[in-house]
């Protein structure tokens, strides 16, 4: 990752604002082969638990999260989706999660216990905060952040590079 631009703002409970937080943001990330992505997030969602990866290229694309409950409601008076809704939409988070809560849970105590390997290694953890902090001073400054400058930070994790 060479850099991020996130914007936030805040249209919900105000105890998001008052603790200098957002309830919808959204970032520009670009890497080092040229390469852009967008993350958007909000705490708030009208049409329901809609969580979904999206990953569109010259090449095709891909989505993980859309399945026949996702809360996609179509704005054309005649949905031309290839796919209709078998079911009604989650209802709930726990609804929404259950599967992933359970297999989350299941990885961890076999990690835990020592029968397998964690999943996600120290350095990708901690090159994922690194990331995470550009987002926030990009958000709070208004500008693009180099992820290279939260590395090199004084006192940043590490030792101030993703291997530590």
């Known amino acids: 990752m060479v850099s991020v631009y996130a914007q936030g703002g805040n249209r919900g409970a105000p105890f998001f604002a008052e603790a200098d937080d957002v309830d919808t943001c959204a ?4 890497f080092d082969d040229d390469t852009l992505a967008t993350v958007t997030a909000t705490r708030y969602n009208g049409a329901g638990h809609d969580v979904r990866l999206e990953v569109c290229g010259s090449e095709g694309a891909r989505f993980v999260g859309l399945d026949d409950r996702a809360p996609l409601p179509s704005a054309e008076p005649e949905p031309r989706l290839s796919w209709r809704r078998a079911a009604d939409p989650y209802a709930t988070f726990m609804e929404r999660f259950h599967d992933a809560y359970v297999t989350e849970l299941g990885a961890f105590i076999e990690v835990a216990a020592g029968r397998a390997p964690s999943p996600c290694t120290p350095a990708e953890a901690l090159e994922a905060l690194y990331v995470a902090e550009a987002c926030e001073r990009s958000r709070r ?3 693009p952040v180099a ?6 930070a004084p006192g940043a994790p590490g030792g101030g590079s993703p291997t530590g």
């Open 27 to 30: 970032a520009l990330l670009r």
């Open 141 to 143: 400054t208004g500008a």
């Open 147 to 152: 992820v290279a400058d939260v590395r090199a």
